[in-house]
């Protein structure tokens, strides 16, 4: 049985691959690719994919299962997609976290939900591991791959998240 969420079931993945059960790793891997927008190289939120809206938590998720399980085509279209991420954003003090398939950022949602949404440089208590696992992702990438354009991504989003308030870990 799988999470309705991509995290959780990428950290299972995780598990799985410490403790050595590559049989059940692989299963798992196997079903996150179906959750992958196979055009960008993206991440859905959901598995069912109601929402259609790709996200940089799940696409750095794929980027580090690709890694993991010696997947390196996917992890390099999953680090592309972050790349593409990082670009279409409209302002150098927040962070969008979900896109559309098509580019558009999403920008409207519930005020009271924007910490799931946004990580905003300016307001303090902020989810800061939204921008950090990308910027972690985009690194192992670089570190296996060899390629600049990853590792000044990473550079990049820890800039941001270091122009955070002083409450980022």
Not at 1 to 14: E, V
Not at 32 to 47: H, I, N, Q, S
Not at 116 to 137: E, I, M, N
Request: with cysteine; net charge negative.
């Amino acid at each position: 049985r799988f999470y309705c969420q991509i995290y959780a079931n990428f950290w299972i993945l995780r598990a799985t691959c410490a403790l050595n059960r590559f049989d059940l790793s692989q299963t798992i891997y196997r079903f996150l690719l179906t959750c992958r927008d196979e055009a960008t190289g993206g991440m859905y939120y959901e598995v069912d994919r109601k929402s259609g809206l790709l996200d940089s938590n799940s696409t750095a998720c794929l980027c580090l299962a690709g890694l993991m399980c010696g997947d390196i085509e996917v992890a390099r279209s999953a680090g592309d997609a972050l790349l593409y991420w990082r670009d279409i954003q409209k302002s150098s003090d927040t962070f969008y976290l979900r896109w559309c398939p098509g580019g558009a950022l999403q920008t409207e949602f519930e005020s009271e939900k924007a910490a799931y949404y946004t990580v905003d440089a300016k307001r303090s208590g902020q989810f800061y591991w939204q921008v950090g696992l990308p910027h972690a992702a985009l690194a192992k990438l670089y570190l296996v791959t060899g390629d600049d354009k990853y590792l000044s991504a990473s550079v990049g989003l820890y800039d941001f998240l270091m122009s955070c308030q002083p409450d980022v870990v």
